[in-house]
Nanobody
Framework: QVQLVESGGGLVQPGGSLRLSCAAS????????MAWYRQAPGKERELVAG???????PYADSVKGRFTISRDNAKNTVDLQMNSLKPEDTAVYYC???????????????WGQGTQVTVSS
């Protein structure tokens, strides 16, 4: 069993920045990928950004150029730097750990409890 604990969510004005962090309870050095997903009210959970052990980093089109995902294998953490935030970025953000290479569309692997991000003036 793997536990993932997210932190860093909150309320921010449009155009502002937030940094989310996810700490895993085990080594992430050898796992296939870490990712951030989000779910807005009434919408399906969607991939925001992922990072594989090979360094591939898929991003949702809506966040390209604004968000950056990074992982620190020594600290067993994965971060999501979010800049130029928009109201449509408002959602609960979930950390995800994936042990195997499966489609990002599949909501498998281990999940954190989620952290709320609200972008509003």
């Amino acid at each position: 069993q793997v536990q993932l604990v997210e932190s860093g969510g909150g309320l921010v004005q449009p155009g502002g920045s937030l940094r989310l962090s996810c700490a895993a309870s085990r080594s992430i050095f050898s796992i296939y990928a870490m990712a951030w997903y989000r779910q807005a009210p009434g919408k399906e959970r969607e991939l925001v950004a992922g990072i594989t052990r090979d360094g591939n980093t898929p991003y949702a089109d809506s966040v390209k150029g604004r968000f950056t995902i990074s992982r620190d294998n020594a600290k067993n953490t994965v971060d999501l730097q979010m800049n130029s935030l928009k109201p449509e970025d408002t959602a609960v953000y979930y950390c995800n750990l994936r042990l195997t290479n499966t489609s990002w569309r599949l909501l498998n692997g281990y999940w954190g409890q989620g952290t709320q991000v609200t972008v509003s003036s």
